[in-house]
């Protein structure tokens, strides 16, 4: 890792004026994304920074207009969302040097927690943009039997967190967060042990029937669950924590523990350190930064300095 480095232009005072690109999904949080956007943007213009809005037609579109922002070159660019937002900017800027920042307006925001940004106020994310530092940190990357190659921030799950994932896709009834909690209760219903093999980097063989398998770069997923609770963004390793099997009863007791990050004294918890691992679990997908990814097996590998983030001064 590199050390931090000032930003420049932060000193709008001096008469410098940063180059900012702020993409929103409008379909995003309801809309609440575009507002805390629109918030973001008077701030910036009124300390001077030139700011660019982009607004992408759906996802695809989001992913294309931000390219094309980092080929003609922006000192920042910036999104308004969640995490979903922030995974699909990161294969813009994923090795360019282009910097990312994060006006957090998601559900989970579980990158915004791990840097340190502020939630819940547009304005204030607006400052960290002009007033904070870069930093290096790492990305991970995963490749999935369908070909599917992308980046994440966060984390990447399989097992029972992407089974529920997977049925909350498939719900069209209730909306919001009950179709997620529905989704919950259905597969609790149907949890049974799922037969796992991963392989290290450095040939270490895991077989087990787990309850999932995440493999972190940062801390947290679910919008603040510390699955990997040791995990280091800039170490150039993955935090890989296995869930064994367990009675029902038990992993209802358990999956509070997660909010914590204690749940990996549990007996029932195996963590590892690596720089890769093979994840492979018969009709099990890949989720990471909470969006769908693949079928598993899984290819995934940490991209060292990959990223460069802006974070509180």
């Known amino acids: 890792m590199t050390g931090p480095d000032p930003l420049p232009g932060a000193a709008p005072a001096q008469g410098a004026r940063r180059r900012v690109v702020l993409l929103t999904n409008p379909a995003a949080g309801g809309g609440h994304a575009q507002k805390a956007a629109r918030r973001a943007a008077v701030r910036l213009r009124a300390r001077g920074a030139e700011v ?23 000192d920042v660019l910036a999104v308004a969302g969640g995490d979903g937002m922030v995974a699909l900017a990161l294969e813009a800027v994923a090795g360019t ?7 957090p307006a998601g559900t989970g925001n579980d990158h915004a927690r791990e840097y340190g940004l502020p939630l819940g106020d547009p304005e204030a994310a607006a400052d960290v943009l002009l007033d904070g530092r870069t930093v290096t940190v790492d990305l991970g990357r995963v490749e999935t039997a369908d070909g599917t190659v992308r980046h994440f921030g966060s984390v990447l799950a399989a097992g029972f967190d992407s089974l529920v994932s997977d049925r909350t896709n498939r719900l069209r009834w209730p909306r ?8 919950i209760l259905v597969e609790f219903a149907h949890l049974r042990p799922l037969p796992f093999r991963l392989v290290l980097a450095d040939g270490t063989v895991v077989e087990r029937d787990l309850v999932l398998a995440a493999a972190g770069n940062t ?9 990997c609770p ?29 909010f914590r990050g204690t749940h990996v004294h549990h007996e029932e918890v195996e963590t590892y350190r690596t720089a890769s691992v093979r994840i492979e679990s ?5 989720y990471a930064d909470g969006e769908y990814v693949g079928p598993l097996p899984a290819e995934v590998t940490v ?11």
Do not use: C, K, W
């Not at 919001?176 to 989704?183: E, K, V």
């Not at 801390?219 to 699955?227: E, H, K, P, V």
């Not at 963004?233 to 029902?248: E, F, K, Q, W, Y």
């Not at 300095?305 to 509180?312: C, N, Y």
């Open 176 to 183: 919001g967060r009950m179709r997620y909690n529905l989704a």
């Open 52 to 74: 660019l809005d982009v607004v992408g037609a759906d996802p695809q579109d989001a992913v294309r207009v931000a390219r094309e922002a980092v080929d003609h070159g922006v």
């Open 230 to 258: 040791d995990a280091d963004h800039a170490d150039g390793l993955l935090d890989l924590t296995v869930v064994r099997a367990m009675p029902r009863l038990r992993v209802a007791r358990f999956f509070p523990t997660v």
């Open 97 to 103: 040097g282009v910097a990312l920042g994060i006006v």
């Open 303 to 313: 991209a060292p300095g990959a990223l460069r983030i802006v974070v509180p001064a």
């Open 282 to 286: 018969a009709g099990i997908t890949a």
């Open 219 to 227: 801390r947290s997923y679910g919008g603040g669950m510390l699955i």
